[in-house]
Protein backbone atom coordinates (compact mmCIF):
# COMPACT_ATOMS: atom_id res chain seq x y z
CA UNK A 1 0.00 0.00 0.00
CA UNK A 2 2.65 2.66 0.76
CA UNK A 3 4.48 1.66 -2.31
CA UNK A 4 1.48 2.75 -4.31
CA UNK A 5 0.76 5.89 -2.43
CA UNK A 6 4.40 6.76 -3.39
CA UNK A 7 4.01 5.72 -7.38
CA UNK A 8 1.24 8.24 -7.30
CA UNK A 9 2.59 11.11 -5.62
CA UNK A 10 5.51 10.53 -7.95
CA UNK A 11 3.40 10.07 -10.84
CA UNK A 12 0.89 13.53 -9.95
CA UNK A 13 4.15 15.51 -9.31
CA UNK A 14 5.80 14.27 -13.07
CA UNK A 15 2.57 14.83 -14.20
CA UNK A 16 2.84 18.60 -12.67
CA UNK A 17 6.10 19.08 -14.21
CA UNK A 18 5.42 17.91 -17.53
CA UNK A 19 2.16 19.59 -18.21
CA UNK A 20 3.04 22.80 -16.80
CA UNK A 21 3.67 24.00 -20.55
CA UNK A 22 0.42 22.87 -22.20
CA UNK A 23 -1.33 24.33 -24.39
CA UNK A 24 -3.86 27.22 -23.77
CA UNK A 25 -7.79 25.43 -24.04
CA UNK A 26 -9.86 25.93 -26.50
CA UNK A 27 -13.71 26.29 -25.20
CA UNK A 28 -16.13 24.11 -27.58
CA UNK A 29 -19.16 25.61 -28.75
CA UNK A 30 -22.13 24.84 -26.65
CA UNK A 31 -26.01 25.44 -26.31
CA UNK A 32 -27.56 26.90 -22.94
CA UNK A 33 -30.62 28.83 -22.24
CA UNK A 34 -30.54 32.71 -21.91
CA UNK A 35 -33.02 34.37 -19.31
CA UNK A 36 -35.02 35.41 -22.21
CA UNK A 37 -35.61 31.62 -22.56
CA UNK A 38 -33.90 30.83 -25.83
CA UNK A 39 -31.99 28.79 -26.85
CA UNK A 40 -28.54 29.98 -27.92
CA UNK A 41 -24.91 28.59 -28.75
CA UNK A 42 -21.85 30.65 -27.93
CA UNK A 43 -20.92 30.59 -31.60
CA UNK A 44 -24.20 32.95 -32.15
CA UNK A 45 -23.19 35.31 -29.38
CA UNK A 46 -19.64 35.39 -29.60
CA UNK A 47 -17.40 38.70 -29.97
CA UNK A 48 -15.81 39.15 -33.76
CA UNK A 49 -12.45 39.45 -32.11
CA UNK A 50 -12.88 39.00 -28.16
CA UNK A 51 -15.05 37.29 -25.81
CA UNK A 52 -15.54 37.57 -21.75
CA UNK A 53 -16.87 34.34 -20.31
CA UNK A 54 -17.96 35.21 -16.94
CA UNK A 55 -18.98 32.45 -14.40
CA UNK A 56 -21.20 33.46 -11.63
CA UNK A 57 -24.06 32.68 -9.25
CA UNK A 58 -26.54 34.78 -7.25
CA UNK A 59 -25.53 33.67 -4.41
CA UNK A 60 -22.25 34.76 -5.21
CA UNK A 61 -21.41 38.33 -3.80
CA UNK A 62 -17.93 39.31 -5.64
CA UNK A 63 -19.65 38.00 -8.61
CA UNK A 64 -22.73 40.37 -8.30
CA UNK A 65 -19.93 43.37 -7.61
CA UNK A 66 -17.68 42.66 -10.39
CA UNK A 67 -21.03 42.17 -13.25
CA UNK A 68 -22.21 46.19 -13.62
CA UNK A 69 -18.13 46.49 -13.87
CA UNK A 70 -17.77 43.80 -16.39
CA UNK A 71 -21.24 45.70 -18.00
CA UNK A 72 -19.10 48.61 -18.59
CA UNK A 73 -15.95 47.22 -20.45
CA UNK A 74 -18.76 45.48 -22.40
CA UNK A 75 -20.28 48.87 -23.05
CA UNK A 76 -17.19 50.59 -24.04
CA UNK A 77 -15.86 48.08 -26.32
CA UNK A 78 -18.52 45.91 -27.85
CA UNK A 79 -18.40 48.38 -31.38
CA UNK A 80 -14.80 47.05 -31.65
CA UNK A 81 -15.83 43.55 -31.65
CA UNK A 82 -15.84 42.50 -27.84
CA UNK A 83 -18.58 40.15 -26.47
CA UNK A 84 -19.66 39.65 -22.86
CA UNK A 85 -21.35 35.95 -21.97
CA UNK A 86 -22.40 35.58 -18.18
CA UNK A 87 -23.30 31.82 -17.62
CA UNK A 88 -25.28 31.51 -14.58
CA UNK A 89 -24.17 28.22 -12.50
CA UNK A 90 -27.56 28.53 -10.28
CA UNK A 91 -28.71 25.16 -9.15
CA UNK A 92 -32.40 24.36 -8.49
CA UNK A 93 -32.58 26.61 -5.09
CA UNK A 94 -31.37 29.85 -6.59
CA UNK A 95 -31.55 29.52 -10.89
CA UNK A 96 -35.56 31.52 -10.31
CA UNK A 97 -33.08 34.63 -9.57
CA UNK A 98 -30.91 35.03 -12.56
CA UNK A 99 -33.19 37.14 -14.74
CA UNK A 100 -33.90 39.66 -11.73
CA UNK A 101 -30.79 39.78 -10.37
CA UNK A 102 -29.51 40.52 -14.04
CA UNK A 103 -32.58 43.09 -14.11
CA UNK A 104 -31.63 44.69 -11.04
CA UNK A 105 -27.97 45.34 -12.07
CA UNK A 106 -28.67 46.68 -15.48
CA UNK A 107 -26.73 43.93 -17.12
CA UNK A 108 -27.07 44.55 -21.27
CA UNK A 109 -24.96 41.18 -22.37
CA UNK A 110 -26.32 37.90 -22.48
CA UNK A 111 -26.58 35.92 -19.54
CA UNK A 112 -26.57 32.23 -19.94
CA UNK A 113 -28.33 29.72 -17.31
CA UNK A 114 -26.36 26.43 -16.74
CA UNK A 115 -28.65 24.68 -14.00
CA UNK A 116 -25.87 21.71 -14.01
CA UNK A 117 -22.80 23.78 -14.64
CA UNK A 118 -21.84 21.45 -17.31
CA UNK A 119 -19.36 24.11 -19.04
CA UNK A 120 -17.36 25.32 -16.15
CA UNK A 121 -16.92 21.80 -14.85
CA UNK A 122 -16.10 20.56 -18.88
CA UNK A 123 -13.11 22.67 -18.10
CA UNK A 124 -12.56 21.98 -14.27
CA UNK A 125 -12.72 25.81 -13.63
CA UNK A 126 -13.22 25.81 -9.65
CA UNK A 127 -13.90 29.20 -8.37
CA UNK A 128 -16.58 31.92 -8.43
CA UNK A 129 -16.57 34.15 -9.98
CA UNK A 130 -13.81 32.99 -13.03
CA UNK A 131 -13.47 34.65 -16.07
CA UNK A 132 -12.21 33.74 -19.15
CA UNK A 133 -10.82 36.20 -21.99
CA UNK A 134 -11.22 34.26 -25.53
CA UNK A 135 -10.23 35.63 -28.67
CA UNK A 136 -11.71 34.51 -32.05
CA UNK A 137 -11.10 30.96 -32.16
CA UNK A 138 -12.12 30.43 -28.75
CA UNK A 139 -8.54 29.92 -27.34
CA UNK A 140 -8.59 30.92 -23.69
CA UNK A 141 -5.81 33.42 -23.78
CA UNK A 142 -6.05 35.23 -20.21
CA UNK A 143 -8.12 33.63 -17.15
CA UNK A 144 -8.90 35.53 -14.25
CA UNK A 145 -10.59 34.38 -10.52
CA UNK A 146 -11.98 36.10 -7.72
CA UNK A 147 -13.04 39.46 -7.79
CA UNK A 148 -12.07 42.45 -5.26
CA UNK A 149 -12.53 46.08 -5.99
CA UNK A 150 -9.80 47.67 -8.50
CA UNK A 151 -9.54 43.97 -10.51
CA UNK A 152 -11.97 45.53 -13.29
CA UNK A 153 -8.54 47.91 -14.27
CA UNK A 154 -6.64 44.85 -14.69
CA UNK A 155 -9.45 43.27 -16.77
CA UNK A 156 -10.39 46.15 -18.66
CA UNK A 157 -6.59 46.37 -19.57
CA UNK A 158 -6.39 42.56 -20.66
CA UNK A 159 -9.05 43.66 -23.29
CA UNK A 160 -7.77 46.74 -24.36
CA UNK A 161 -4.10 44.82 -25.28
CA UNK A 162 -6.16 42.77 -27.49
CA UNK A 163 -8.46 45.30 -29.47
CA UNK A 164 -5.45 47.16 -30.12
CA UNK B 1 6.37 13.30 -24.35
CA UNK B 2 2.59 14.43 -23.49
CA UNK B 3 3.33 17.86 -24.89
CA UNK B 4 4.67 16.92 -28.01
CA UNK B 5 1.36 14.44 -28.46
CA UNK B 6 -0.33 17.49 -27.19
CA UNK B 7 -0.13 19.71 -29.94
CA UNK B 8 -0.96 17.03 -32.76
CA UNK B 9 -3.92 14.74 -30.80
CA UNK B 10 -5.52 17.17 -28.71
CA UNK B 11 -6.01 18.77 -25.62
CA UNK B 12 -4.41 17.63 -22.66
CA UNK B 13 -5.52 19.49 -18.80
CA UNK B 14 -5.83 19.01 -15.59
CA UNK B 15 -6.24 20.20 -11.86
CA UNK B 16 -5.04 19.48 -8.78
CA UNK B 17 -5.75 20.50 -5.45
CA UNK B 18 -3.50 19.16 -2.69
CA UNK B 19 -4.84 19.99 1.46
CA UNK B 20 -2.29 18.90 4.01
CA UNK B 21 -3.89 19.63 7.70
CA UNK B 22 -2.14 19.37 11.17
CA UNK B 23 -3.64 20.38 13.92
CA UNK B 24 -6.87 18.90 15.81
CA UNK B 25 -10.51 18.77 16.47
CA UNK B 26 -11.62 20.45 19.05
CA UNK B 27 -14.64 18.59 20.46
CA UNK B 28 -12.80 15.41 20.09
CA UNK B 29 -10.98 13.85 22.99
CA UNK B 30 -7.90 13.42 20.53
CA UNK B 31 -4.41 13.80 20.02
CA UNK B 32 -3.28 16.23 17.11
CA UNK B 33 -3.42 14.92 13.74
CA UNK B 34 -1.99 15.30 10.33
CA UNK B 35 -3.35 13.98 6.98
CA UNK B 36 -2.82 14.96 3.83
CA UNK B 37 -5.82 14.62 0.98
CA UNK B 38 -5.38 15.30 -2.79
CA UNK B 39 -7.63 15.56 -5.86
CA UNK B 40 -6.69 15.41 -8.90
CA UNK B 41 -8.58 15.49 -12.33
CA UNK B 42 -7.10 14.37 -15.75
CA UNK B 43 -9.02 15.41 -19.30
CA UNK B 44 -8.09 14.98 -22.39
CA UNK B 45 -10.17 15.92 -25.35
CA UNK B 46 -10.12 15.67 -28.93
CA UNK B 47 -12.46 17.58 -30.89
CA UNK B 48 -15.82 15.79 -30.52
CA UNK B 49 -14.28 13.09 -27.65
CA UNK B 50 -13.50 13.98 -23.86
CA UNK B 51 -12.04 11.51 -21.37
CA UNK B 52 -11.96 12.22 -18.08
CA UNK B 53 -10.51 10.64 -14.58
CA UNK B 54 -10.45 11.55 -11.31
CA UNK B 55 -8.01 10.68 -8.65
CA UNK B 56 -8.35 11.03 -4.96
CA UNK B 57 -6.30 10.26 -2.22
CA UNK B 58 -6.42 10.73 1.63
CA UNK B 59 -3.73 9.67 4.03
CA UNK B 60 -3.68 10.10 7.70
CA UNK B 61 -0.85 7.42 8.55
CA UNK B 62 0.85 4.82 7.99
CA UNK B 63 -1.89 2.51 9.45
CA UNK B 64 -4.75 4.25 9.38
CA UNK B 65 -7.93 2.34 7.88
CA UNK B 66 -9.50 5.61 6.85
CA UNK B 67 -6.48 6.26 3.99
CA UNK B 68 -7.59 5.74 0.67
CA UNK B 69 -5.99 5.90 -2.47
CA UNK B 70 -9.75 5.56 -5.20
CA UNK B 71 -9.50 6.20 -9.24
CA UNK B 72 -13.29 8.15 -8.06
CA UNK B 73 -14.85 9.21 -11.41
CA UNK B 74 -14.06 8.30 -14.93
CA UNK B 75 -15.99 9.94 -18.18
CA UNK B 76 -16.10 9.21 -21.89
CA UNK B 77 -17.89 12.02 -23.48
CA UNK B 78 -18.54 12.34 -27.19
CA UNK B 79 -20.84 15.62 -27.60
CA UNK B 80 -21.40 17.17 -31.31
CA UNK B 81 -24.09 18.14 -33.44
CA UNK B 82 -26.83 17.78 -30.50
CA UNK B 83 -25.57 14.45 -29.75
CA UNK B 84 -24.09 14.57 -26.18
CA UNK B 85 -23.57 11.05 -24.73
CA UNK B 86 -21.89 10.14 -21.83
CA UNK B 87 -20.43 7.20 -19.80
CA UNK B 88 -19.09 7.02 -16.77
CA UNK B 89 -19.43 9.75 -13.93
CA UNK B 90 -21.77 12.12 -14.74
CA UNK B 91 -24.11 15.11 -13.14
CA UNK B 92 -27.74 15.43 -14.29
CA UNK B 93 -30.57 17.68 -12.94
CA UNK B 94 -34.10 16.70 -14.24
CA UNK B 95 -36.33 19.95 -14.16
CA UNK B 96 -35.46 21.86 -11.05
CA UNK B 97 -34.64 18.71 -9.01
CA UNK B 98 -37.72 17.65 -8.38
CA UNK B 99 -37.29 13.97 -9.20
CA UNK B 100 -33.14 13.95 -9.93
CA UNK B 101 -30.40 15.85 -8.89
CA UNK B 102 -26.69 15.95 -9.04
CA UNK B 103 -24.09 18.59 -7.71
CA UNK B 104 -20.56 19.37 -7.16
CA UNK B 105 -19.87 21.36 -4.50
CA UNK B 106 -16.34 23.55 -5.46
CA UNK B 107 -13.84 22.98 -3.37
CA UNK B 108 -15.92 21.51 -0.69
CA UNK B 109 -14.02 18.78 1.11
CA UNK B 110 -15.78 17.49 4.05
CA UNK B 111 -15.01 15.21 6.89
CA UNK B 112 -17.71 13.99 9.05
CA UNK B 113 -17.06 12.78 12.33
CA UNK B 114 -18.21 9.14 12.44
CA UNK B 115 -15.99 7.74 9.39
CA UNK B 116 -13.24 11.13 9.68
CA UNK B 117 -12.02 10.70 6.65
CA UNK B 118 -11.61 13.31 4.32
CA UNK B 119 -13.64 13.64 0.48
CA UNK B 120 -14.85 15.72 -2.22
CA UNK B 121 -18.56 17.16 -1.28
CA UNK B 122 -20.59 15.63 -4.33
CA UNK B 123 -23.23 13.79 -5.66
CA UNK B 124 -22.55 12.01 -9.17
CA UNK B 125 -24.38 9.31 -10.96
CA UNK B 126 -22.10 6.43 -12.44
CA UNK B 127 -23.72 5.47 -15.57
CA UNK B 128 -25.05 6.79 -19.23
CA UNK B 129 -26.95 9.15 -20.85
CA UNK B 130 -27.98 9.79 -24.38
CA UNK B 131 -28.81 13.47 -24.84
CA UNK B 132 -29.77 14.84 -28.30
CA UNK B 133 -31.19 18.52 -28.61
CA UNK B 134 -32.15 21.12 -31.02
CA UNK B 135 -33.49 24.33 -31.11
CA UNK B 136 -36.97 22.70 -30.92
CA UNK B 137 -36.53 19.88 -28.91
CA UNK B 138 -34.54 17.94 -26.58
CA UNK B 139 -34.77 13.94 -25.22
CA UNK B 140 -32.66 12.42 -22.89
CA UNK B 141 -31.74 8.51 -21.30
CA UNK B 142 -30.47 8.28 -18.17
CA UNK B 143 -29.21 5.06 -16.42
CA UNK B 144 -26.91 5.05 -13.38
CA UNK B 145 -26.10 4.51 -9.89
CA UNK B 146 -26.51 7.33 -7.85
CA UNK B 147 -23.42 7.96 -5.02
CA UNK B 148 -24.55 8.95 -1.38
CA UNK B 149 -22.69 10.35 1.00
CA UNK B 150 -20.46 7.30 2.28
CA UNK B 151 -16.75 8.02 1.63
CA UNK B 152 -14.49 6.52 -0.50
CA UNK B 153 -13.22 3.83 2.38
CA UNK B 154 -16.78 1.79 1.71
CA UNK B 155 -16.96 -0.35 -0.55
CA UNK B 156 -18.53 0.35 -4.35
CA UNK B 157 -21.93 -1.24 -3.14
CA UNK B 158 -22.94 0.68 0.01
CA UNK B 159 -21.76 4.17 -1.93
CA UNK B 160 -24.28 3.50 -4.47
CA UNK B 161 -27.43 1.85 -3.42
CA UNK B 162 -29.61 3.28 -5.65
CA UNK B 163 -30.55 2.77 -9.11
CA UNK B 164 -32.16 4.77 -11.93
CA UNK B 165 -33.54 4.93 -15.29
CA UNK B 166 -34.66 8.16 -16.50
CA UNK B 167 -36.44 9.38 -19.74
CA UNK B 168 -37.14 12.91 -20.48
CA UNK B 169 -38.24 15.05 -22.86
CA UNK B 170 -38.33 19.04 -23.81
CA UNK B 171 -40.53 20.74 -26.49
CA UNK B 172 -40.05 24.45 -26.82
CA UNK B 173 -43.38 25.92 -29.01
CA UNK B 174 -43.93 29.90 -30.00
CA UNK B 175 -39.80 29.64 -29.83
CA UNK B 176 -40.17 30.91 -25.94
CA UNK B 177 -42.55 28.18 -24.15
CA UNK B 178 -40.84 24.93 -23.39
CA UNK B 179 -43.17 21.45 -21.97
CA UNK B 180 -41.31 19.05 -20.32
CA UNK B 181 -42.29 15.44 -19.46
CA UNK B 182 -40.00 13.31 -17.03
CA UNK B 183 -40.36 9.55 -15.77
CA UNK B 184 -37.73 7.89 -13.70
CA UNK B 185 -37.35 4.44 -12.17
CA UNK B 186 -35.86 4.00 -8.86
CA UNK B 187 -34.58 1.28 -7.66
CA UNK B 188 -32.36 -0.04 -4.46
CA UNK B 189 -31.22 -2.98 -2.67
CA UNK B 190 -33.89 -4.83 -1.17
CA UNK B 191 -36.98 -2.42 -2.14
CA UNK B 192 -39.53 -2.77 -5.01
CA UNK B 193 -39.01 -0.33 -7.98
CA UNK B 194 -40.49 2.60 -7.59
CA UNK B 195 -42.20 4.68 -10.94
CA UNK B 196 -42.11 8.20 -10.78
CA UNK B 197 -43.37 11.04 -13.64
CA UNK B 198 -42.84 14.70 -13.81
CA UNK B 199 -44.15 17.63 -16.10
CA UNK B 200 -43.10 20.55 -16.24
CA UNK B 201 -44.18 24.40 -18.18
CA UNK B 202 -42.45 27.27 -18.45
CA UNK B 203 -42.03 30.41 -20.63
CA UNK B 204 -42.48 34.19 -20.60
CA UNK B 205 -46.22 35.17 -19.87
CA UNK B 206 -45.77 39.25 -20.78
CA UNK B 207 -42.39 40.39 -21.99
CA UNK B 208 -40.87 41.21 -18.78
CA UNK B 209 -42.60 38.65 -16.48
CA UNK B 210 -42.16 34.53 -16.81
CA UNK B 211 -43.27 31.54 -15.33
CA UNK B 212 -41.71 28.26 -14.42
CA UNK B 213 -44.42 25.17 -13.26
CA UNK B 214 -43.32 21.79 -12.42
CA UNK B 215 -45.29 18.92 -10.83
CA UNK B 216 -44.24 15.15 -9.99
CA UNK B 217 -45.55 12.66 -8.14
CA UNK B 218 -45.04 8.94 -7.68
CA UNK B 219 -46.98 7.00 -10.86
CA UNK B 220 -49.45 4.97 -8.30
CA UNK B 221 -49.59 7.06 -5.14
CA UNK B 222 -51.19 10.73 -5.30
CA UNK B 223 -49.76 10.62 -1.43
CA UNK B 224 -46.10 10.92 -2.98
CA UNK B 225 -45.78 14.34 -5.00
CA UNK B 226 -44.03 17.36 -5.24
CA UNK B 227 -45.02 20.99 -6.99
CA UNK B 228 -43.33 23.94 -7.65
CA UNK B 229 -44.14 27.08 -8.92
CA UNK B 230 -41.87 30.33 -9.74
CA UNK B 231 -42.76 33.49 -11.35
CA UNK B 232 -39.96 36.47 -12.03
CA UNK B 233 -39.96 39.55 -13.88
CA UNK B 234 -39.59 42.89 -13.34
CA UNK B 235 -41.16 46.47 -13.53
CA UNK B 236 -39.15 49.35 -14.68
CA UNK B 237 -36.42 49.38 -11.77
CA UNK B 238 -37.75 46.58 -9.47
CA UNK B 239 -36.85 43.30 -9.84
CA UNK B 240 -38.94 40.27 -8.33
CA UNK B 241 -39.87 36.99 -7.98
CA UNK B 242 -42.18 34.48 -6.05
CA UNK B 243 -42.04 30.40 -5.76
CA UNK B 244 -44.28 28.76 -4.26
CA UNK B 245 -43.69 24.55 -2.98
CA UNK B 246 -45.97 21.78 -1.95
CA UNK B 247 -43.65 18.75 -1.25
CA UNK B 248 -45.62 15.53 0.55
CA UNK B 249 -43.36 12.57 0.66
CA UNK B 250 -41.05 12.71 -1.94
CA UNK B 251 -37.81 11.72 -0.91
CA UNK B 252 -36.95 9.32 -3.86
CA UNK B 253 -34.64 6.46 -2.65
CA UNK B 254 -31.94 7.61 -0.16
CA UNK B 255 -32.46 11.02 -1.53
CA UNK B 256 -31.01 11.23 -5.11
CA UNK B 257 -33.92 14.34 -5.66
CA UNK B 258 -33.70 17.83 -4.19
CA UNK B 259 -36.51 19.74 -4.48
CA UNK B 260 -35.89 23.57 -4.95
CA UNK B 261 -35.89 24.96 -1.02
CA UNK B 262 -37.28 28.30 -1.63
CA UNK B 263 -35.22 29.94 1.00
CA UNK B 264 -32.53 32.16 0.50
CA UNK B 265 -28.89 31.15 0.94
CA UNK B 266 -26.69 34.02 2.01
CA UNK B 267 -23.52 33.71 2.05
CA UNK B 268 -23.12 36.27 4.75
CA UNK B 269 -21.58 33.38 7.40
CA UNK B 270 -24.33 33.86 10.51
CA UNK B 271 -26.87 33.86 8.03
CA UNK B 272 -24.96 30.79 5.55
CA UNK B 273 -25.24 28.67 9.28
CA UNK B 274 -28.92 29.64 9.78
CA UNK B 275 -29.84 28.44 6.80
CA UNK B 276 -33.37 26.79 6.89
CA UNK B 277 -33.34 22.67 4.82
CA UNK B 278 -36.22 21.83 3.21
CA UNK B 279 -37.66 18.46 4.15
CA UNK B 280 -39.52 17.30 1.03
CA UNK B 281 -41.08 14.66 3.63
CA UNK B 282 -44.08 17.16 4.20
CA UNK B 283 -43.04 20.83 3.53
CA UNK B 284 -45.21 23.99 1.83
CA UNK B 285 -44.24 27.08 1.92
CA UNK B 286 -43.24 30.39 -0.50
CA UNK B 287 -40.25 32.84 -1.58
CA UNK B 288 -40.83 36.36 -2.82
CA UNK B 289 -37.60 37.99 -3.24
CA UNK B 290 -37.69 41.77 -4.25
CA UNK B 291 -34.85 43.99 -5.65
CA UNK B 292 -34.86 47.75 -6.55
CA UNK B 293 -31.71 49.42 -7.99
CA UNK B 294 -31.70 53.27 -7.79
CA UNK B 295 -30.49 55.73 -10.40
CA UNK B 296 -27.55 56.42 -7.95
CA UNK B 297 -26.59 53.08 -8.26
CA UNK B 298 -27.63 51.76 -4.81
CA UNK B 299 -29.87 49.22 -4.71
CA UNK B 300 -32.59 47.95 -2.12
CA UNK B 301 -33.04 44.15 -1.79
CA UNK B 302 -35.78 42.67 0.02
CA UNK B 303 -36.65 38.83 0.66
CA UNK B 304 -39.32 36.64 2.31
CA UNK B 305 -39.88 33.15 2.94
CA UNK B 306 -42.24 30.65 4.85
CA UNK B 307 -41.67 26.85 5.19
CA UNK B 308 -44.46 24.76 7.15
CA UNK B 309 -43.62 21.49 8.34
CA UNK B 310 -45.87 19.12 9.38
CA UNK B 311 -45.25 15.76 11.64
CA UNK B 312 -48.39 14.47 13.06
CA UNK B 313 -49.99 16.60 15.08
CA UNK B 314 -46.94 19.25 15.12
CA UNK B 315 -46.60 22.10 13.20
CA UNK B 316 -43.04 23.89 12.31
CA UNK B 317 -43.34 27.39 11.21
CA UNK B 318 -39.62 29.08 9.31
CA UNK B 319 -40.48 32.58 8.63
CA UNK B 320 -37.69 34.78 7.36
CA UNK B 321 -37.54 38.81 6.66
CA UNK B 322 -34.45 39.83 4.97
CA UNK B 323 -33.54 43.43 4.18
CA UNK B 324 -30.24 44.36 2.65
CA UNK B 325 -29.45 48.10 1.41
CA UNK B 326 -25.76 47.99 -0.66
CA UNK B 327 -24.84 51.96 -1.36
CA UNK B 328 -21.52 54.03 -1.52
CA UNK B 329 -19.39 56.20 0.20
CA UNK B 330 -18.20 59.62 -1.73
CA UNK B 331 -18.33 57.10 -5.11
CA UNK B 332 -15.66 54.47 -4.01
CA UNK B 333 -16.11 53.21 -0.91
CA UNK B 334 -19.22 50.48 -1.12
CA UNK B 335 -20.80 49.39 1.65
CA UNK B 336 -23.82 46.78 2.76
CA UNK B 337 -25.58 46.39 5.37
CA UNK B 338 -27.97 43.94 6.26
CA UNK B 339 -31.04 43.07 8.40
CA UNK B 340 -32.47 39.81 8.97
CA UNK B 341 -35.59 38.60 11.40
CA UNK B 342 -36.13 34.89 11.36
CA UNK B 343 -38.49 32.54 13.79
CA UNK B 344 -36.46 29.10 13.08
CA UNK B 345 -38.37 26.02 14.66
CA UNK B 346 -36.55 23.65 13.56
CA UNK B 347 -32.82 24.89 15.24
CA UNK B 348 -35.23 25.87 18.07
CA UNK B 349 -34.11 29.40 17.87
CA UNK B 350 -36.99 32.13 18.40
CA UNK B 351 -37.00 36.03 17.48
CA UNK B 352 -33.80 35.67 15.58
CA UNK B 353 -32.02 39.14 14.51
CA UNK B 354 -28.74 39.53 12.35
CA UNK B 355 -27.22 43.05 11.67
CA UNK B 356 -24.18 42.79 8.80
CA UNK B 357 -22.00 45.38 7.83
CA UNK B 358 -19.70 44.53 4.96
CA UNK B 359 -17.59 47.43 3.01
CA UNK B 360 -14.37 47.66 0.64
CA UNK B 361 -11.84 50.79 1.29
CA UNK B 362 -9.64 51.09 -1.16
CA UNK B 363 -6.07 52.34 0.55
CA UNK B 364 -4.14 52.62 -2.76
CA UNK B 365 -4.98 51.48 -6.52
CA UNK B 366 -3.41 48.54 -5.69
CA UNK B 367 -4.32 47.83 -1.75
CA UNK B 368 -7.81 47.39 -0.75
CA UNK B 369 -9.51 47.08 3.32
CA UNK B 370 -12.33 44.81 3.84
CA UNK B 371 -14.48 45.03 7.25
CA UNK B 372 -16.98 42.55 7.42
CA UNK B 373 -19.18 42.80 10.90
CA UNK B 374 -22.08 40.86 11.94
CA UNK B 375 -23.98 40.51 14.94
CA UNK B 376 -26.97 38.03 15.59
CA UNK B 377 -29.07 36.96 18.49
CA UNK B 378 -31.69 34.87 19.37
CA UNK B 379 -33.99 32.64 22.01
CA UNK B 380 -33.27 29.30 22.85
CA UNK B 381 -35.22 27.54 26.08
CA UNK B 382 -32.13 27.79 27.97
CA UNK B 383 -32.10 31.90 27.20
CA UNK B 384 -30.62 34.08 24.46
CA UNK B 385 -27.95 33.11 22.88
CA UNK B 386 -24.99 35.71 20.56
CA UNK B 387 -23.23 35.58 17.82
CA UNK B 388 -20.42 37.77 16.49
CA UNK B 389 -18.28 37.58 13.18
CA UNK B 390 -15.39 39.96 12.51
CA UNK B 391 -12.93 40.00 9.41
CA UNK B 392 -11.08 42.17 8.20
CA UNK B 393 -9.43 41.33 5.27
CA UNK B 394 -6.63 43.07 3.44
CA UNK B 395 -5.61 42.62 -0.30
CA UNK B 396 -3.08 43.33 -2.82
CA UNK B 397 -4.88 43.54 -6.06
CA UNK B 398 -5.78 39.45 -6.38
CA UNK B 399 -2.50 38.44 -5.55
CA UNK B 400 -2.41 38.31 -1.90
CA UNK B 401 -5.00 38.17 0.53
CA UNK B 402 -4.71 38.72 4.56
CA UNK B 403 -7.48 37.71 6.42
CA UNK B 404 -8.31 37.63 10.32
CA UNK B 405 -11.38 36.17 11.54
CA UNK B 406 -13.04 36.13 14.95
CA UNK B 407 -16.12 34.66 15.97
CA UNK B 408 -17.56 34.14 19.46
CA UNK B 409 -20.95 32.53 20.81
CA UNK B 410 -22.60 32.33 23.67
CA UNK B 411 -25.17 29.49 22.44
CA UNK B 412 -25.19 26.51 24.95
CA UNK B 413 -25.51 24.42 22.03
CA UNK B 414 -21.91 25.40 20.74
CA UNK B 415 -20.18 25.74 24.12
CA UNK B 416 -18.10 22.79 24.57
CA UNK B 417 -16.63 23.44 28.49
CA UNK B 418 -18.04 25.17 31.40
CA UNK B 419 -17.61 28.86 30.40
CA UNK B 420 -20.51 30.84 28.99
CA UNK B 421 -18.53 31.79 25.65
CA UNK B 422 -16.56 29.90 22.79
CA UNK B 423 -14.11 32.18 21.06
CA UNK B 424 -12.62 31.49 17.25
CA UNK B 425 -9.56 33.49 16.20
CA UNK B 426 -7.96 32.58 12.86
CA UNK B 427 -5.92 33.90 9.88
CA UNK B 428 -6.16 33.45 6.32
CA UNK B 429 -2.91 33.77 3.75
CA UNK B 430 -3.94 33.58 0.39
CA UNK B 431 -1.30 33.89 -2.37
CA UNK B 432 -2.18 33.60 -6.23
CA UNK B 433 1.39 33.82 -7.88
CA UNK B 434 -0.64 33.64 -11.59
CA UNK B 435 -3.55 32.28 -12.51
CA UNK B 436 -2.50 28.73 -12.27
CA UNK B 437 -1.97 28.45 -8.95
CA UNK B 438 -3.72 29.77 -5.66
CA UNK B 439 -2.32 28.91 -2.11
CA UNK B 440 -4.22 29.61 0.58
CA UNK B 441 -2.75 29.38 4.24
CA UNK B 442 -4.89 28.72 7.06
CA UNK B 443 -3.98 29.18 10.85
CA UNK B 444 -5.55 29.40 14.34
CA UNK B 445 -9.12 27.90 15.12
CA UNK B 446 -11.95 27.90 13.18
CA UNK B 447 -16.04 27.33 13.32
CA UNK B 448 -17.65 24.55 12.20
CA UNK B 449 -21.48 23.94 12.02
CA UNK B 450 -23.96 23.87 8.73
CA UNK B 451 -22.65 25.58 6.04
CA UNK B 452 -24.44 25.99 2.87
CA UNK B 453 -22.67 26.31 -0.72
CA UNK B 454 -24.22 26.12 -4.22
CA UNK B 455 -27.59 25.08 -2.82
CA UNK B 456 -26.60 22.17 -0.77
CA UNK B 457 -26.00 22.30 2.53
CA UNK B 458 -23.80 20.20 4.20
CA UNK B 459 -21.83 19.97 7.88
CA UNK B 460 -17.88 21.12 8.48
CA UNK B 461 -16.31 20.55 11.77
CA UNK B 462 -14.65 23.12 13.58
CA UNK B 463 -10.69 22.42 13.26
CA UNK B 464 -7.56 24.08 15.48
CA UNK B 465 -4.28 24.09 13.90
CA UNK B 466 -2.52 24.72 10.33
CA UNK B 467 -4.08 23.84 7.06
CA UNK B 468 -2.82 24.84 3.53
CA UNK B 469 -4.54 24.17 0.12
CA UNK B 470 -3.10 24.69 -2.98
CA UNK B 471 -4.90 24.86 -5.76
CA UNK B 472 -3.69 24.35 -9.46
CA UNK B 473 -4.16 24.08 -13.01
CA UNK B 474 -2.20 22.86 -15.75
Known amino acids: ?164 | MIIGHNTVLGQFSGTNLLEPQYGELPNQFEDSFASLYNRTILTYRKKAFRASVTIEQFYSGASSNRNYLDLSQALLQYKKKGWDIKLGNIYETVGRGLLLRGFEIRGAVIEELGFRSRNYFHRDFLGGSVQYKNKKWKVQAIRADVLNLFPPTFDREDRRTDLVNVVTGEYRYYKKHKIGLHLLNHTSEGSDADNFIGIQFEGPITKTLSYYLEYAQQADDFGSRAIYIGLNGSVANLSYSLELKDYENFIIGSGVNEPPALVQQFTYRTLNRSTHVPNPFDEDGYQLDLSYGFKSGDVLSFNHSLARNQFGNNSFVFRQFFLEWSSQISTFIPYRFFVDFSEDPFKAQDNRLTLGLYSTIPLSPKWVFSPELEWQRFDRDTGTAQNLSFQFELGYKSKIILAILAESTTDPFLIRDESNRQNFLGAYLTYRPNSKNTFRLFGGERQGGPACNSGVCYEILDFRGLELRWSTRF
Not at chain 1, 15 to 27: H, T
Not at chain 1, 129 to 144: I, R, S
Request: aromatic content about 10%; glycine content about 4%.
Open chain 1, 1 to 164: MKHTYQKYIIFCLTLLCFCSNANAQVIDDFYLESTDSELLSLDEIKGSKLTIIDFWATWCKPCTKAMPKLNDIYSKYKDQGLSVVGISCDGPRSISKVASVANSLEIDYTILKDINCEVMNAYQYQAFPTLLLLDEHNEVVWLHEGYVSGDEKTIEQEVADRLD
